[in-house]
């Protein structure tokens, strides 16, 4: 069980009673940091008319693929029949991807221009790169249900899933399975067999949690803000 003492902060109801049920219950749900971003940071860039940016499943320093390259190769060839319908593509690789050359040799080959949005920890820059990039497609594309599709729907970006039969690939863990089976039967529409080629934004409002969102003056009471603290946070960066 969780401790009761310390306080937790989560985006949604749902996060809230998954928590709550694993013995944390000194948990309040506020928001995904990406709504309070996207109020203050909302830059303007016009995407291209049928232009597409994809956000493959990617491994992470603790879990890597045991074959990367195969598996992009075998994602790619999926791909196919489906980036046949769009004018420009882009995919966006985790660091540990991009920086195999080989990798991006498999995109770039086929036309496909190859961006990162940097590393994920320690770096503040992450979701300002993310609204910059995908503010120039007017779709996007994953093979798994990430918080890449939940922030591109709060940009009213037309997403959609394609999965395809790699979901069974060896590369797949349980949690890719499991995550895309749940939130296949929540949003079957996102799916691109069903796809309707409108943007679900709504989806992004009850993921992020965006009627939890807090106001400046209820965040400063929440995490004990002031000027003297502000101040003491910046010359410590």
């Known amino acids: 069980k969780g401790p009761t003492h310390e306080r937790f902060y989560v985006f949604n109801a749902t996060n809230k009673n998954k928590c709550n049920h694993l013995g944390y219950k000194n948990v ?3 928001g995904s940091p990406f709504i309070y971003l996207n109020e203050i940071y909302k830059p303007n860039i016009k995407h291209h008319p049928k232009s597409l940016i994809l956000f ?3 491994s992470t320093e603790w879990e890597p693929f045991t074959d990367p390259v195969k598996y992009y190769k075998e994602y790619l060839e999926e791909l196919k029949k489906v980036i046949s319908s769009f ?3 882009t995919v966006s690789l985790y660091y540990l991807e991009y920086n195999n050359i080989k990798i991006r040799n498999i995109f770039e080959s086929k036309g496909i221009n190859v961006v990162t949005l940097g590393t994920r920890n320690h770096n503040p820059s992450f979701l300002f790169n993310f609204i910059d ?3 120039k497609y007017e779709y996007v594309c994953s093979n798994i249900f990430s918080s890449a ?5 709060f940009l009213k970006k037309k997403v959609f899933l394609f ?3 790699m979901k069974n690939s060896n590369h797949h863990d349980n949690n890719f399975i499991d995550r ?3 939130y296949s039967k929540k949003y079957p529409g996102l799916l691109w067999n069903d796809f309707n080629h409108k943007s ?4 992004s409002h009850t993921e992020l949690g965006l009627k939890y969102k807090k106001s400046p003056k209820e965040l400063s009471k929440l995490f004990g803000w002031n000027l003297k603290t502000a101040i003491r946070s910046l010359l410590n960066y």
């Open 28 to 30: 309040l749900a506020i």
């Open 163 to 165: 999965i395809g039969d």
């Open 87 to 89: 004018d420009r593509v």
């Open 149 to 153: 599709i939940f922030y591109s729907l």
């Open 180 to 182: 895309n089976l749940v």
């Open 56 to 58: 493959p499943f990617h």
């Open 133 to 135: 990039i995908v503010s």
């Open 200 to 203: 679900h934004f709504y989806i």
